[in-house]
């Protein structure tokens, strides 16, 4: 991160967080030099508080520290985007976000982190757990279950009962992928490589 232009905004940078798993924009801060080394150095996000006037580390006070995963530059290194897992709510309002509270797209990845935990963690009271433990032939039933029980709800007029059946059917995928050692990602990035971009796809025809 050595190459970060601080010269355009008199010495700070804005920095985008954005919750790893889910991908949501939680909060937009400022970084100069000095707190952007220590965010690498120490894995936890720093700003340049302007109000303040000095170095802040985001919850340094609530204990609700945003933990970084991943930080890139933009195309003109003046910018910086930075992927983290938050130790809680983000906004001093309470809510997950800045922008407003949390959403459900981008869940499944929180979801799958939950999954993994329960299993991982062994948690004794966990339906999760115990399914993973039963073994790969229960785990790959239950996705059959469940994809039967969606295929028959299609049939009918309830799409309440139809997008449950289809929440269930991908909660179950989610353990058996782990049992694979694969995750939802893998399966997204098989998508994307069947994804053929038309050409010329910025033309309007």
């Given at each position: 991160?050595?190459?970060?232009?601080?010269?355009?905004?008199?010495?700070?940078?804005?920095?985008?967080?954005?919750?790893?798993?889910?991908?949501?924009?939680?909060?937009?801060?400022?970084?100069?030099?000095?707190?952007?080394?220590?965010?690498?150095?120490?894995?936890?996000?720093?700003?340049?508080?302007r109000s303040k006037n000095r170095l802040w580390t985001k919850g340094?006070?609530?204990?609700?520290?945003?933990?970084?995963?991943?930080?890139?530059?933009?195309?003109?290194?003046?910018?910086?985007?930075?992927?983290?897992?938050?130790?809680?709510?983000?906004?001093?309002?309470?809510?997950?976000?800045?922008?407003?509270?949390?959403?459900?797209?981008?869940?499944?990845?929180?979801?799958?982190?939950?999954?993994?935990?329960?299993i991982d963690d062994n948690a004794g009271n966990s339906y999760t757990?115990?399914?993973?433990?039963?073994?790969?032939?229960?785990?790959?039933?239950?996705?059959?279950?469940?994809?039967?029980?969606?295929?028959?709800?299609?049939?009918?007029?309830?799409?309440?009962?139809?997008?449950?059946?289809?929440?269930?059917?991908?909660?179950?995928?989610?353990?058996?992928?782990?049992?694979?050692?694969?995750?939802?990602?893998?399966?997204?990035?098989?998508?994307?490589?069947?994804?053929?971009?038309?050409?010329?796809?910025?033309?309007?025809?």
């Open positions: 991160m050595e190459s970060i232009d601080f010269s355009k905004g008199n010495g700070l940078v804005p920095a985008v967080i954005q919750d790893y798993n889910t991908l949501q924009v939680l909060m937009v801060g400022f970084m100069n030099e000095e707190a952007l080394k220590k965010t690498v150095a120490e894995g936890r996000v720093t700003f340049f508080s340094e006070t609530s204990g609700n520290y945003l933990y970084v995963r991943e930080i890139t530059a933009d195309c003109d290194q003046d910018s910086l985007l930075v992927r983290v897992n938050p130790a809680g709510p983000v906004c001093h309002t309470g809510n997950k976000s800045c922008f407003g509270s949390e959403v459900p797209k981008g869940f499944i990845y929180e979801l799958e982190k939950i999954v993994n935990q329960r757990n115990k399914i993973f433990r039963q073994g790969i032939n229960r785990m790959a039933q239950k996705v059959g279950e469940e994809a039967i029980e969606l295929i028959i709800e299609s049939k009918d007029d309830n799409n309440n009962l139809f997008i449950n059946e289809a929440a269930d059917l991908l909660y179950h995928l989610l353990i058996l992928l782990k049992a694979k050692k694969l995750s939802f990602s893998d399966v997204e990035k098989v998508l994307l490589s069947r994804h053929k971009p038309a050409k010329n796809s910025d033309s309007i025809s």
